[in-house]
């Protein structure tokens, strides 16, 4: 297995690590190929041996769960810039797909694409000093391929006022506006999600399995060219002069933090 | 001057009037909750003026004629005019739909309080006319962030039915217009707020449904009680569906029943509720003025991509159903029994004390 990302199964919870801590697990190309395929190895799994995985955790490890997209490398690569976009919206739709419940581990930060992958999990357990959001319209970015994902979740008139209006917010409120299922002490995060899976696998395979496909059908999860479309806008936008220029002002060397530190997209 | 102008607010808090900053040394009072207003000046006599400064302000005739409140001072000139303007101008001459434009910003007012702002033709008129000036295509100086609020206790009351019951024919024209109107301001190229308060029920409820965000305070009220006149909210059911989900369109839709800000908000219709008024215009001011520094173009396609995500875009399952569900409503519209029951609502409304 790929190192940016790790897949360990352990009585029958299958855990899925973001592994890039020093840059807050920021997805570059490696990190979403590795995710990608920590994701089929899962699905195979699941298909093969049925039984064998009955709940997914998806975590990032070190402070952050995941702080986004990190465009630095690709900023004027418009090619690779859009396989990227491609691959995390067809990742984030394999995910959705999985025919196993899933729960995001959500410590630290998930903005942009990271609280995309959250809201894309069935499951999302944070903690009150979390950030959670979707900055992308502040940097000139349309955040187009999260957005479907979101108005599945919480529906179209509160994911138009989040997405349109940017900014961050904590996990208590991330809990109340329906982007997480729950908000937990930080010191309680780690039972609380090793809970929530312990329970889930308890249930039917075929039961949940069955459900799932049926509200991923019901929500239009399946539809890909949704997903296609949602990349190939993304990249245009980021193309644009504006998004350019703010991306290369939030790219800029800084003396301290590093770059990857900020979201993007 | 300024503190002159500090002891005038003060002495008329009772008012609840909200002050503008000073343009052209002279300091205007903006607003006066007149719903709320306990003085001896009648909610009437409180008027929105455009001024040729190009600024909204309420004129207090009372106030300002007797001097001693100290209003006096600090208008100048031309707006005296444009008061006395506006006293000579009969209530149907007054601008119903007042446009202000500020950088980015639109700021659109309904302005016809004593009707509760009904939709009536020359409300239509003049909405569409300000929505002229908001272009397709997004450049610089464009408005970027649209505020629709309303003057008055009430943000919309639906349709002047008054208008209805004189001329049967204008209510399917009303609402094929409403309905042309919604899918305009879903499709404007600008984040559009809607800023209600009070009443924003059928024909209000859909205009504040079509606006991408809602914010609303406390007292504000939505839904669509229309079958007591016997037409059918079908025109708007596919902006509904968008905002409040399956479940929450059906209960609306079809119980007719008129909900609160609250539990509009549990539904998704509204996105914040506020305390009161003031704390409402202030959370939306604040909200626009983040809006209009964000870069517009980014604005656009994400308002465009999510008119897709949710099937409000023309070819999307909710907005290709647009034409069909004004066109039902219409068909009801035009029947014996809706003209019937409209009449006799109208007629018992009328004979209320």
New interface residues.
Partial sequence: MNERASLTIADGCATIVLRRGESRNALDCDTIHALRACIDAATTQCNHTPGNIRSLVLAGEGKSFCAGMDLKGVLHDAVRMGDMLRGLSLALLALRRLPVPTIARVQGAAIGGGCGLAVVCDFAITHPEAKLGYP?????????VV??WL?RR????????M?????TMGGEEAAARGLVTRCVPAADLDAEVAALAKRLATGGAEALACTKRMLNELDGSLDEK?AA??AE?SAR?IA?P??QA?LARLYAPKPKESAATNPAR | MARRFKRTAARTRQHQVETLGSQSGAKFVRSCNTRRCQCDIAPTRVAPVDTPLGLCMSYQPNLFRSGGHGFSVHITLRTTRAFRAWDLMTTDQRPQVISQRSGRLLTLTLNDPHRRNALGTALFDQLEAALDTVTPRVTDDAPSVIVLGAHGSAFCAGFDLEACVQDPDLLPIFVERLGQLTTRIRALPA?VIAQVQGAALAGGCALAMSC???HAAADATFGYPVHRIGVSPAVNIPMLL????LGGARRIALSGEIIQASQAKSL??V??VHADEHTLRSAVAT?AE??CV??P???R???D??N???G?DPTGSLGSAAGRAAQATIDVCRTTEARNMLESFWSQRRSRP
């Avoid at chain 1, 992308?136 to 187009?144: S, Y």
């Avoid at chain 2, 968008?242 to 989900?245: D, E, S, V």
């Fill in positions: 992308e319209v502040d940097l000139g970015v349309c955040p187009a957005a479907p108005v919480i529906g179209a008139g509160p994911a138009r006022a997405l349109l209006a940017g900014g949704i479309d949602a806008l936008v644009g504006e998004a703010s | 984040v991408d965000i809602v968008a905002t409040a989900g998704g219709m996105q914040d909200l983040s809006l964000k870069n173009h980014a604005l396609t994400t308002k991509w999510l897709r995500v949710d409000t």
